[in-house]
């Protein structure tokens, strides 16, 4: 069997299809695969832990087939991509159901509170935050490169992180104050966008992603 060179991790939850058609896009003749098998993820290269739905629903599925060692020891030993609920599993806890992340970086996924949803006219901003926002990057990072600061990227959430450590945070996103859209350490990158849905600088990330050496 060919060595897998990217592993989507596939716990039930999101459109996974979409990631990999977009690391095709990138990168063809990429080796990669969209699995369930915890011994593929941990032989992988490169691991991607993209999701979408409620953060309990993720948590529970992840645990129900077995993944949560091999996605954890991922985070710590080769290239790793969080993408939207990829990125909240990481920390330690969740508004949403007040369930327990992964535990990898400490902090918080926190709700965005009503009271603040207004922009600077005063309207009334929708929970959730969907659509193009730009994003500020806020330390330099190889997976930036040949991207814009203040690109814009493609948002679909109602909760954000809260890291404990603020040099966790590679780039933030104002709505209407600003939050952590991306993070960044070691061999850790994770993002609350979509960059499989981000146009142009989204598939960039993610050829940057695929030939980035940590």
Not at 152 to 162: A, D, E, G, K
Request: hydrophobic content about 45%; aromatic content about 10%; some cysteine.
């Amino acid at each position: 069997m060919s060595r897998l060179q990217v592993a989507i991790v596939d716990y039930g939850m999101g459109n996974l299809r979409s990631v990999a058609n977009a690391f095709q896009a990138v990168a063809p003749g990429l080796n990669v695969e969209v699995t369930s098998d915890a011994s593929r993820i941990a032989a992988a290269e490169r691991v991607v832990f993209p999701g979408q739905g409620a953060m309990p629903d993720c948590i529970r599925e992840l645990d129900a087939r077995g993944l949560r060692q091999v996605v954890v020891e991922a985070t710590q030993n080769k290239p790793f991509l969080g993408i939207c609920i990829g990125l909240q599993m990481l920390f330690d806890h969740s508004e949403e159901g007040n369930v327990a992340g992964l535990g990898v970086f400490a902090g918080e996924v926190k709700r965005f509170p009503v009271s603040s949803m207004v922009d600077l006219d005063g309207h009334k901003l929708k929970v959730p935050h969907m659509g193009w926002s730009q994003v500020k990057q806020t330390q330099a990072h190889p997976l930036w490169a040949q991207i814009e600061d203040q690109a814009r990227f493609y948002y679909v959430h109602s909760y954000y992180v809260q890291p404990q450590d603020a040099t966790l945070t590679a780039a933030t996103t104002a709505y209407p104050f600003e939050f952590t859209g991306a993070i960044a350490r070691d061999n850790v990158f994770a993002v609350q966008f979509h960059p499989e849905k981000s146009a142009a600088a989204g598939l960039q990330l993610l050829r940057n992603f695929v030939h980035w050496q940590p």
